[in-house]
């Protein structure tokens, strides 16, 4: 199954509005999603960038997010524990919570994965894309994704 996974802050393929990058407040963009099946005990959401020189660069990991929870909102708080419950990894830049866009050159795209789970991870907050991604294995009910892209 296919989750949607939408923005007001971008088109699918779009551009990613300065705001929600290094060069601008670096807050994230409010991200939702619908589709859930029966059976969906949390969600999960990576975002990271397959254009990055090194390799993927991790942007943002939150996981354990309640089943009844369809949206991110904007600005989200770099806080480990969400009041919702949810949990924030630690991304490439060695924070919790989102690191937006921050290209050396070129354009690059931002994945949004979101994933329907039939089960909460057993990971504490400041988990990696690495270790959420193995918590998941074989949990994985639906998954769907937005990509922006952004340029400097």
């Not at 390799?55 to 969400?82: D, I, Y």
Request: net charge neutral.
């Amino acid at each position: 199954m296919a989750l949607e996974v939408v923005s007001p802050a971008f088109a699918a393929g779009g551009m990613i509005p300065r705001k929600h990058t290094c060069d601008g407040e670096d807050v994230s963009p409010e991200i939702s999603w619908s589709g859930a099946p029966a059976g969906t005990r949390s969600f999960a959401l990576i975002c990271d960038d397959p254009d990055a020189p090194a390799g993927t660069w991790v942007h943002w990991v939150v996981f354990n997010l309640p089943a009844a929870v369809s949206r991110l909102p904007e600005a989200l708080p770099a806080a480990p524990s969400l009041p919702n419950g949810g949990r924030q990894g630690k991304n490439d830049f060695r924070r919790i919570g989102y690191g937006g866009p921050c290209p050396p050159s070129g354009t690059h795209r931002y994945v949004f994965k979101v994933y329907a789970l039939d089960r909460l991870l057993d990971l504490e907050p400041g988990a990696t894309k690495a270790q959420v991604e193995a918590a998941m294995k074989g949990h994985v009910l639906a998954e769907g994704s937005l990509m922006g892209r952004y340029r400097r």
